[in-house]
Every structure is written in C-alpha cells, then in structure tokens.
C-alpha cells in the first residue's frame, strides 16, 4: 500500500472515530458527524482510487468520485451507490444558511453507518 493511500485512509479512520465520539454525545452534534460522515466516505474513496492508479477529481460529489471504481469493481457497486446520498453533507453545514435544525438520530447513524461500510470494504478491497 502506497503512502498516499495510508494518508487518505488515516484521515478516513480518524475523521470516522471521530463522527462515533460526536455522535455518543447527542443529537446537537448531529450536523458535524453527518458532515463527517461524507467526509469519510470521500477520503476512503479517493484512498482506494490512488490505490487504482486513477486520478482524483477535485470533488466532493461522491457520485462522480464512484464513476471510477463502479467500471473498475462491481463488487463495491452497491455499497457506493447507497453513499452518494452523503454528498449532501458535504456543504451543507458549513453555510449558516443550510444548516436544518430538524435532523434525526436516524439519519446520523444511517449516514455513519454507510460511512462505516464505505471505510471497511474499501479497507478490505486494498488489503486483498
């Protein structure tokens, strides 16, 4: 495994363990692990496209970020899919104007969740 890769997936891992201690804190930290959880997902995808030798776009559109991996491997397909939700967290509470005051503990730990699964299988993939 390149360096590059370990930096993107020690970022991930970090940015992850993080999102879980927040999220044990309560709902009022819910627009920070949300934005977290995109970010996990993000850095643990541009981790496994350096590992395939493919250029990161400047992007946090996780959608547009997969194009590169659902040609190259099927199998993540379906995971990736489920993440490109997470793309919304990515702005969105960084701006007072879009921060939503309404979020739910189910949408924190569905977007940790699959933040999670993103960091794991990608994890997995490059282990193989």
């Known amino acids: 495994?390149?360096?590059?890769?370990?930096?993107?997936?020690?970022?991930?891992?970090?940015?992850?363990?993080?999102?879980?201690?927040?999220?044990?804190?309560?709902?009022?930290?819910?627009?920070?692990?949300?934005?977290?959880?995109?970010?996990?997902?993000?850095?643990?995808?541009?981790?496994?496209?350096?590992?395939?030798?493919?250029?990161?776009?400047k992007t946090h559109d996780i959608n547009e970020l997969t194009r590169d991996i659902n040609v190259h491997d099927d199998s993540l397909k379906n995971l990736l899919d489920g993440a490109h939700f997470l793309t919304q967290y990515a702005a969105k509470f960084r701006?007072?104007?879009?921060?939503?005051?309404n979020l739910t503990g189910e949408e924190v730990s569905k977007a940790l969740k699959i933040a999670e699964d993103v960091y794991k299988n990608i994890l997995q993939k490059i282990n193989e």
Do not use: C, D
């Not at 995808?45 to 350096?50: G, H, T």
């Not at 701006?95 to 005051?101: D, I, R």
């Open 95 to 101: 701006y007072p104007q879009l921060v939503e005051q």
């Open 1 to 57: 495994m390149s360096k590059m890769v370990q930096e993107w997936l020690k970022i991930a891992r970090t940015e992850l363990n993080t999102a879980k201690v927040l999220s044990s804190l309560g709902i009022e930290h819910a627009n920070i692990v949300l934005f977290l959880s995109q970010q996990v997902a993000e850095k643990s995808i541009k981790a496994y496209l350096v590992f395939l030798r493919k250029k990161i776009k």
